[in-house]
């Protein structure tokens, strides 16, 4: 397959070229990101040579998911040296600036020669590859160069025995990686049969960096006073979520029984201006983040009009709603509910696995929900009012123990390093 590949590939390249005036934005920076530096060399082969270090390759938001692996690393083994490769541009600046990460790049066109010339360069000591992002032609030299390769927190959805047997066919990328990591028991029965003596059940490495962050919480001014009050906090919202949540809360916040945190996905000048007088026109007070000194909101609404706080908001809530869940599809519930709070979404959360975990779940104790799904804003009224009428102290408790028991993974990746061990020994023994 590797040499069909290869006869396919430079076209494709070719025509990302000579097409890409009228390409996307996102697509045009991942090919200029990838251009020879003033000084004549691939971005790739401008960082130090043979510096063997330990690889990690992610897409973009992958990189969530090999944070808390590089944390572990790090503690672990601090001479280790790490190299980060992305495909998109997206998350180049918080892969440059995360701490423990020595250096970073694009990843090389999928070429034969491009992908050799990286390898020679770096001579790296193995290569873990965040979720998804497998390229042939890389797996295909790497497995030549005896590299130890490792998929983690990866995922297998339920397929038809005919769409099992063509992807072994034509696609066989995750059959070229040594070893992979799967999230969770039901991941591993859905994986190929030709797969199955590659995978472990590890977990997902995603919770370790929800609950690093949020047990070291930047500081943020009071969101929240200390009275009978519940404070629903909704995070990542679209337009289509504020209106179904101020339909549903208007009433609750009125009659003093709610009090709503705002924190719009992408708090640009016009939104926010668009936001607070939605507000305004149904007879409620709003006050912005940048607006308060030391003392909490006063006002019936708080709009955050500041970004990468939302993990640390959560912290000072009673309730949690996730955005997204009435436009399109849900962001993710993992921090919302690693700060303990009970969680509520719209309709449109197929697309995340923690939600249609959580919703699943009881309290042992009382039986309350850890996480609502509602269809519409009269559902979301009908949670809010029952929430606000209970105790929830001992359910957050619960829902935190739940999600810390999820931990993990990213010590079990660093451990299949086998660090310490005879290169030999290491991930492919």
Not at 294 to 323: H, N, R, S
């Amino acid at each position: 397959m590797i040499y069909i590949y290869r006869l396919i590939v430079p076209f494709i390249y070719i025509g990302l070229l000579v097409f890409r005036p009228w390409l996307g934005s996102k697509i045009r920076v991942g090919l200029s990101m990838r251009k020879k530096t003033p000084s004549g060399q691939w971005p790739w082969l401008a960082l130090p040579r043979n510096q063997k270090p330990i690889w990690i390759h992610c897409s973009s938001g992958e990189f969530e998911y090999a944070k808390p692996v590089i944390t572990e690393i790090k503690k672990s083994f601090p001479s280790e040296k790490i190299l980060v490769t992305y495909f998109s541009p997206t998350y180049r600046t918080n892969i440059e600036r995360f701490p423990g990460v020595d250096f970073s790049c694009p990843l090389p066109f999928d070429l034969p020669g491009a992908c050799r010339d990286f390898l020679d360069h770096h001579q790296p000591k193995a290569w873990l590859i965040s979720r998804t992002d497998l390229w042939p032609e890389m797996l295909h030299q790497a497995r030549r160069r005896k590299i130890p390769s490792l998929l983690f927190s990866a995922t297998f959805k339920p397929k038809e025995d005919f769409i099992r047997w063509a992807e072994r066919i034509f696609d066989p990328r995750k059959a070229m990686v040594d070893r992979i990591f799967v999230v969770s028991p039901k991941d591993e029965a859905n994986a190929p049969t030709h797969l199955r003596d590659k995978i472990q059940v590890m977990g997902d490495t995603r919770y370790d960096q929800v609950l690093a962050r949020l047990e070291d919480p930047k500081p943020t001014k009071p969101i929240s006073k200390m009275d009978d009050r519940k404070t629903l906090i909704a995070g990542s919202t679209w337009e289509k979520d504020e209106s179904v949540l101020l339909d549903a809360t208007e009433d609750l916040l009125k009659n003093q029984i709610l009090r709503l945190i705002l924190v719009p996905h992408e708090p640009t000048e016009d939104h926010m201006k668009g936001l607070v007088q939605q507000v305004l026109s149904r007879g409620l007070s709003v006050e912005t983040y940048s607006e308060l000194d030391t003392e909490p909101p006063k006002a019936d609404v708080l709009v955050i009009d500041k970004v990468g706080l939302l993990a640390e908001l959560y912290l000072q809530a009673d309730i949690g709603f996730v955005g997204g869940s009435f436009q399109g599809s849900v962001h993710s519930v993992m921090e919302a509910l690693g700060a303990g709070l009970p969680t509520i979404v719209g309709p449109h959360h197929l697309n995340n696995r923690e939600a249609l975990e959580f919703k699943s779940i009881r309290s042992p104790s009382s039986g309350q929900a850890y996480l609502y799904a509602v269809k519409d804003a009269k559902e979301l009224k009908d949670v809010l009012k029952r929430l606000s009428n209970e105790s929830l102290v001992e359910l957050g408790y619960e829902i935190t123990k739940e999600v810390t028991s999820r931990a993990g993974a990213s010590l079990k990746v660093v451990e299949a390093l086998g660090l310490s061990k005879p290169f030999s020994q290491r991930i492919d023994a």
